[in-house]
Each structure stands twice: as structure tokens, then as C-alpha cells.
């Protein structure tokens, strides 16, 4: 692709300012919309993000911050979108510009409550973007762990391999490695459900259970994730990949995992409410849990979901996560 292509982020928090970490690493310039004025008025003078990866230091003259949403949109070709799923709605009914002909790449793992869809069904049937023009970013990677130059992974999924490449080098430095993927419905789900399985990593950890437990379920988890996947969405894909296991072990494990963190205060006696609120980041998997549950509902066939189903019995039916998830180690080997 021979077109000098702008990139726009769109987010404030650890992610979004992670990817433009990365992205600094290659382009010279970047547009970084987030909501939260004082935050941009902040980086300018003091080269980082004071709420997330504030170890960051950025050379401002490669970002054009800015709170106009229409005008970051207009102004740049690839879009990449870091905004927690929950929040995602509201902004994009901000916009008064078109996104035709604009390349959209999510960096979110969950779905939009508002319609019940991955991010890229979302941008597909609610804004008509073509098939081609939607992508995914995912890991296994964490943002803290990028903000400290570790060594990482990404995932670039889209239909069109050209445009899947053009972020993937975009993004790939001396410690981001990158691969590119054409299951972009694939890795999408494998990036919303593993949000799930964490949160229910973290409530047996809440619970007591130690890691020869936390191994069986992370192996049942890769296992359900499967069968999911597979009713959503047929074609040849090696679930064993670090798009689909890799991600989900990362998440599942990780300390760094706000989804298992929220999981395990669940487990420690927290009600929703009160978990959410502690928290200073959204637990994506909250939301994921009950559109996944419910999607489930529309398939042709059963698909068999032990641990989703217990997840979404704790979380939205306010069922107890001792007992829940005793018989819930009962349903898998």
C-alpha cells in the first residue's frame, strides 16, 4: 500500500495509551483523541498520561491530542479504536462526519451493550463499513507490560491482508512482535470470551483454589472457547495459536488482568456494585458474560458452556459463587 497513511487513536486509557506508545515507535505523527481535557492539557506539558502508564514519557511533537472527535475522524485514514466497549456507543454518537472509506481497527475486547455485538459487527452493521475495511488488534499482551519495553505479541486480524499488514508494522518494534490473521470474526470472540474465563480464574482464586485447579480450568476454558467460537463462526483456525490460548492464558493468569481482579474480589464477597466501584478500569468481561450468555440462546445447535453459564449465574442472578462454582467443578475434567 503505497498512500502515506494517518493514524488516529481513540481512548485515554492504559491500552490507548499503549498503542500509541507503540505507534510512536514508527510514525511520526498521530492523533490521540481522548474525552478528558485536563488529561490532554497535562501530557502536553508534562509528557505523560497522568491516570494510565504514567511511566510513559511521550515526545509530544509526534501527537496531535485533541477532545474533537469529528476531527480526529476526519483528519486520518486508520482509526483505532481503545474505547472500554461500555462507553463505545455514546462516544460514536458524537460523530456528525462520515466514517466511509476510513480503515477501523478495534483494540477492544468485549461487546457494545447497547446492540449486543463484537466492536467490528458493531461498525459493520451500524455505520455500513465494509467487511474489508474492519480489523482487530489483540494479544497476548498487556498494556503495562508494553509501557516496560517487555517482550510482546500482537495479533492483526482483517479480511484484507494488506491492511492487516499496514498496522502490523505500524506497531511492531524491537519488542512487539506482530503476525497478521484473516479470522477477524475468530479472534474478535476469542478476545471477548477470554474475558469471561478470567473473571472466572479469579473468583476461584477468590474462592481458595489453588493452581492445579486454575490449570484444569484454563484447559476446559481453551476447550469451551472452541466450541463457541466454531457456532459463530466456521472456518480453519488452530485455536492453540497465541490469538486464541495465548490470550486467554495472559488474561487468565496475569496480575496485570482486570478481569481476573475483578473476578477475585467477586470471589472474595464483593457484590457487583461494590467490585466495580473499587475498581479504577472497566472489567470488559462484565459485559461480555451476559451477551455471550444470551447470543448463545440464538444458536442453531446447543453449544455446551459450563463456565460461562456459572459466570452469568454469579453475575446477573446474583446466584452464590461458593456453591456456583463448587458444581461448576463438578462439569468439567
Known sequence: MEKDFRF???GGGSWA??????LTENLQQITWYMRNEDAIAHIKTQKHNPNYLSSVEFNTNQLNLTSDLNAAVMDNDVLIFAIPSAFLDTELKKLTVSLKDKIIFSAI????PETGLIVGEHFHKMYNIPIGNIGV???PCHAEEVALERLSYLTIACADKAKAQLVADSLK???IKTKISDDIIGTEYAAMLKNIYAIAA????GLGY????????????IREMKRYIKRVHRMKRNINNSAYLGDLLVTGYSTFSRNRMFGNMIGKGYTVKSAMMEMSMVAEGYYATKSAYKQKADFKSKVRTPIIDAVYDVLYLGKNAKS???ALTNKID
Open 8 to 10: 488516529a487513536v481513540f
Open 17 to 22: 495509551t499503549a498503542i500509541v506508545k507503540m
Open 109 to 112: 475486547k468485549g461487546i457494545v
Open 137 to 139: 488488534l489483540t494479544g
Open 173 to 175: 518494534s524491537d519488542y
Open 202 to 205: 479469579g473468583i476461584f482464586h
Open 210 to 221: 489453588g493452581d492445579n485447579f486454575q490449570s484444569v480450568l484454563m484447559s476446559n476454558s
Open 324 to 326: 456456583t462454582f463448587a
